[in-house]
């Protein structure tokens, strides 16, 4: 069974602080995908980024990075010098290396940055 | 680029009462999601269609809700009769579908309907 466990519901931090949102998949299957989407108050899912299971290079574009272990089934998302307008809940997924096009999401977790 | 279109942003309606959310796909997305998300959890698939065939359609509650979409373009999810516990936000999501290599796409949501009943 595939799952996918955030287990920071909530995360306050002030602004300029950098912080890292966990996120810890389970999965039988050997190739697979992750995403990371951002749930602003508008209701929107953005996407913002898709990995490959057998690409373990970390990844950086901007103020936001993840680091990949497949070891630890982990995909941590980290956004430096946080900002006010960063403040959403974010989810993780998971989906299957196949046709079938489902992916799991975690519960997600809200980040407030305060001024 | 337009992105996911989807109408009404909000609904109110008493249970018991039928309703129908509307949802239009970026151009050329062969693949349209239906998903559900209750307060403080992340989106559960209803339903996915590739073009105009329903392929996925093991979550969907069908005794109250039913969806179509018809020319492989838009999308109708309709609930009827609703229920106190059918209040979330639908979305919907598109995604490139067929062509892509057979892997996982990268999928696309809109802004959802928020749906209340009372």
């Known amino acids: 069974a595939q799952k996918v466990t955030q287990a920071q519901t909530e995360i306050s931090v002030v602004e300029k602080e950098d912080v890292t949102l966990d996120c810890v998949y389970e999965?039988?299957?050997?190739?697979?995908?992750l995403f990371w989407y951002k749930q602003p108050p508008s209701g929107e899912l953005v996407f913002l980024i898709r990995?490959?299971?057998?690409?373990?290079q970390n990844e950086i574009s901007g103020r936001y990075s993840w680091n990949f272990q497949k070891s630890t089934s982990s995909f941590n998302f980290t956004i430096t010098a946080s900002q006010v307008v960063d403040s959403a809940v974010y989810f993780c997924?998971?989906?299957?290396?196949?046709?079938?096009?489902?992916?799991?999401f975690g519960s997600g977790t809200r980040l407030s940055i305060r001024p | 680029e337009a992105g996911v279109v989807q109408s009404p942003r909000y609904k109110i309606i008493e249970k018991k009462q039928p309703v129908a959310f509307w949802c239009n796909p970026i151009s050329g997305h062969n693949t349209l999601y239906w998903y559900r998300q209750n307060l403080g959890q992340g989106p559960e698939l209803l339903i996915r269609y590739e073009n105009e065939e329903a392929v996925d359609d093991s979550q969907l509650p069908k005794d109250r809700f039913s969806a179509e979409r018809l020319k492989g373009v838009d999308s109708t999810l309709k609930i009827q009769p609703a229920e106190l516990g059918d209040s979330a936000v639908y979305l919907c999501?598109?995604?490139?579908?067929?062509?892509?290599?057979?892997?996982?796409?990268?999928?696309?949501f809109g802004p959802g309907t928020r749906l209340t009943v009372l």
């Open positions: 990995r490959n299971s057998f690409d373990e």
């Open positions: 997924a998971l989906g299957r290396y196949s046709s079938a096009s489902k992916i799991i």
């Open positions: 999965t039988r299957d050997t190739t697979y995908y």
């Open positions: 999501a598109s995604s490139l579908g067929q062509g892509s290599g057979g892997r996982t796409d990268t999928q696309y």
